[in-house]
């Protein structure tokens, strides 16, 4: 089982729609969420880290479930610029980065 | 200089030839990193340093070796490079190595071996 998992999708999703896509995780002790976004052939760059309680960012939601170990990430009202890979990154007990292979979203007029 | 900047931006590269790429950045971040990104794979971690003069092996470091001379720069050498180091090559940095510190990425060097 990988450390990190998700959907690769893609996702395509009407503009305006709300989309989520989930994230699993394997080590129970890990600490630290974040959500990255990745565009085509570019650098991730931050999305949101993801705390216990939850966290708004405007249309973004994460959440955290550390019961059944997984993160979400929900988009509301998406626009054509939400188009782009969402990668799940959690932060081991040696301050390393594992990374999801990422989520493909497409917005669609 | 605003945030970091990477050398080559691409490069196709017999197998067998010694090649190094370039990391500088201008944060002044203790701590640097070295990924390579795969189609359907998630980044890896090849090498990490906490701080210059200390550097650290990742989840793949194989084929690779790296050098923190000072804050700045965080080179990685392919000492003799193959067909399976075709990659994305993403050299970062954070401000520290502990929790909740953000990472920074440059643009990235797409790396043909051939």
């Known amino acids: 089982r990988k450390e990190v998992e998700q959907d690769p999708g893609p996702f395509n999703v009407p503009e305006g729609a709300t989309v989520a896509f989930n994230c699993t995780y394997s080590?129970?002790?890990?600490?630290?969420f974040f959500w990255y976004r990745q565009d085509c052939r570019k650098e991730p760059k931050l999305l949101m880290s993801?705390?216990?309680?939850?966290n708004e960012d405007g249309r973004f939601t994460a959440q955290l479930n550390r019961a059944s170990q997984y993160i979400s990430l929900l988009i509301r009202d998406s626009k054509l610029s939400d188009s782009a890979t969402y990668l799940c990154?959690?932060?081991?007990?040696?301050?390393?980065?594992?990374w999801g292979a990422g989520t493909k979203l497409i917005i669609k007029p | 200089i605003a945030g970091i900047t990477q050398a080559p931006t691409s490069q196709i590269l017999a197998a067998g030839r010694r090649m190094t790429l370039r990391c500088t950045q201008d944060?002044?971040?203790?701590?640097m990193y070295w990924y390579r990104q795969d189609l359907g794979l998630g980044l890896r971690l090849i090498h990490y340093?906490?701080?210059?003069?200390?550097?650290g092996k990742g989840e793949v470091p194989d084929g690779y070796s790296v050098s923190r001379a000072n804050t700045d720069d965080f080179p990685l050498t392919l000492a003799s490079a193959v067909p399976s180091q075709t990659s994305v090559y993403f050299c970062?940095?954070?401000?520290?190595?502990?929790?909740?510190?953000?990472?920074?990425f440059g643009p990235g060097t797409r790396l043909t071996v051939t």
């Open positions: 993801v705390y216990s309680s939850g």
């Open positions: 340093s906490n701080t210059a003069g200390t550097t």
């Open positions: 990154v959690v932060k081991d007990s040696n301050y390393q980065l594992i």
């Open positions: 970062a940095s954070s401000e520290w190595m502990g929790q909740g510190y953000e990472q920074y």
């Open positions: 080590n129970s002790a890990s600490q630290s």
């Open positions: 944060m002044r971040h203790n701590a």
